[in-house]
């Protein structure tokens, strides 16, 4: 199947910086990148949506201005959680589609940030 | 309610045994249905799409009841590497395409 690599798979940081997170489509052209979060023993909720070329698009509760994503080509989406905080410690994983394969996502490892 | 909606868990089964795992979605107009297996602190993995004609891989065989707006997987023959936790997953494409998780059914199968 298709490959999505993240990186870095694990950060630790401390309170009030900012930490990007760089997902890439290996062997496809992703036309959408989808970006969650996961709390321990919780279910992957939806932070946004991104298309090449523009605007993510964001879930109710999610703050743009905080979760900053770059969708600038085919294979590469980013996610930059600035000003973090403890509470924005989770696992965030990245899926991306290739449109014309269908609605399957094919998901990133993710990436365990951990604030301090 | 929820969107999607998962039997609550954990299930703890011994080895060889037969699971059913059911999920419920709202949504009337959701186009796809899918069912992904997590393991601890590592990324979901498609484990099987889900038709309405059904749906066979091995062990594995899931069914869709698009008029009761019912997912199932019924896993036969477990094994110890079944363990995991099984999230129901429904795409549907009404207002931008969208996709939403179940919260998830923990297994456990022990020796």
């Known amino acids: 199947g298709a490959v999505v690599s993240q990186h870095p798979s694990w950060v630790i940081c401390k309170s009030g910086t900012s930490v990007k997170i760089e997902c890439r489509s290996l062997?496809?052209?992703?036309?959408?990148m989808f970006w969650y979060r996961q709390f321990p023993k919780q279910s992957l909720m939806l932070m946004a949506t991104?298309?090449?070329?523009?605007?993510?698009?964001?879930e109710q509760g999610v703050e743009k201005d905080k979760f900053l994503i770059n969708h600038a080509s085919l294979t590469l989406s980013t996610l930059t959680v600035t000003s973090a905080h403890p509470e924005d410690s989770s696992f965030y994983i990245c899926?991306?589609?290739?449109?014309?394969?269908?609605?399957?996502?094919?998901f990133g490892p993710g990436t365990r940030l951990t604030v301090l | 309610r929820k969107e999607v909606e998962q039997d609550p868990g954990p299930f703890n089964v011994p080895e060889g045994a037969t699971v059913a795992f059911n999920c419920t979605y709202s949504?009337?107009?959701?186009?796809?249905f899918f069912w992904y297996r997590q393991d601890c602190r590592k990324e979901p993995k498609l484990l099987m799409s889900?038709?309405?004609s059904g749906n066979e891989d091995g062990r594995f065989t899931a069914q869709l009841n698009r008029a009761s707006q019912y997912i199932s997987l019924l896993i036969r023959d477990s094994k110890l590497s079944d363990s995991a936790t099984y999230l129901c997953?429904?795409?549907?494409?009404?207002?931008?395409?969208?996709?939403?998780f179940g919260a998830g059914t923990r297994l456990f199968v022990k020796a």
């Open positions: 991104s298309n090449e070329g523009s605007k993510a698009t964001y």
């Open positions: 997953v429904v795409n549907s494409q009404g207002g931008g395409f969208k996709t939403i």
């Open positions: 889900v038709y309405s």
């Open positions: 899926s991306a589609r290739e449109e014309l394969a269908g609605l399957e996502q094919f």
């Open positions: 062997d496809f052209q992703a036309t959408t």
């Open positions: 949504n009337s107009a959701s186009q796809s």
